[in-house]
């Protein structure tokens, strides 16, 4: 059961500017992830923020969460032609050892 | 460096088919995950495993079975091959199910 729903599906930018990617989510969680998945290729994990974490940071990476709304934006900013990928959110359920459940992704299109 | 290895990176079977992924890793984790993905559906989970022998299913298990005789192990078995599973595989492992997930590079199964 697919909990995590990215939005937007798609999203193609200039190099250089911010790329703002949405997740939005049902139940409540352990945690938060963000995935990047290159063509063809497996996913490598970004970032994780916990559920009482507002705000984390990683080199050009911005994440926030919100558990109010449900939801969490994946911030990339100063994007470079190397940024194109798919990138994926995660959520861990706040219900024991249960795995991950992933949303779709969100295309991202960084045009030189 | 941690891996996640699988067997073949492209896969061309024929229609019935018996067919075998074979997982590894080596960062001595507790679960690990298979997973097939299509487009426009994102990741689904197809089995995972907490433990040595252990399975549980995920959300399309049908027509499929795992084994894990080692730690390290982590087989998905097609025991009839269908072309309506011709897709990408995704195994991945983790210390913990809300941990982080670490993929190996992907299986690209066609079948004919």
């Known amino acids: 059961s697919q909990q995590g729903e990215e939005d937007p599906q798609a999203l193609s930018i200039q190099e250089g500017e911010n790329a703002t990617m949405n997740c939005s989510y049902k139940t409540s969680i352990n945690n938060l992830q963000w995935y990047r998945q290159n063509s063809g290729r497996g996913l490598v994990h970004l970032i994780l923020?916990?559920?009482?974490?507002r705000e984390k940071h990683s080199g050009r990476l911005r994440v926030t969460l919100d558990t109010s709304k449900k939801s969490s934006s994946l911030l990339i900013t100063a994007s470079r032609a190397a940024d194109t990928a798919s990138y994926f959110c995660?959520?861990?359920?706040?219900?024991?050892?249960?795995?991950?459940?992933f949303g779709k992704g969100t295309r991202l299109s960084v045009i030189a | 460096d941690v891996k996640v290895t699988q067997s073949s990176r492209y896969l061309v079977k024929r229609t019935g088919e018996k067919v075998f992924l074979e997982c590894v890793q080596d960062m001595d984790h507790e679960n690990m995950f298979w997973y097939r993905q299509d487009p426009g559906l994102g990741l689904r989970l197809i089995y995972f495993?907490?433990?040595?022998?252990?399975?549980e299913k995920g959300d399309i298990p049908e027509g499929y079975s795992v084994s894990r005789e080692k730690k390290e192990r982590f087989s998905l078995i097609l025991e009839s091959a269908s072309t309506n599973q011709t897709s990408m595989y995704l195994c991945?492992?983790?210390?913990?199910?809300?941990?982080?997930?670490?993929f190996g590079p992907g299986t690209r199964l066609t079948v004919l």
């Open positions: 495993s907490y433990d040595v022998k252990m399975k």
């Open positions: 991945a492992s983790s210390l913990q199910g809300y941990n982080e997930q670490f």
């Open positions: 923020i916990r559920s009482n974490e």
């Open positions: 995660a959520t861990a359920p706040d219900s024991g050892n249960t795995p991950l459940v």
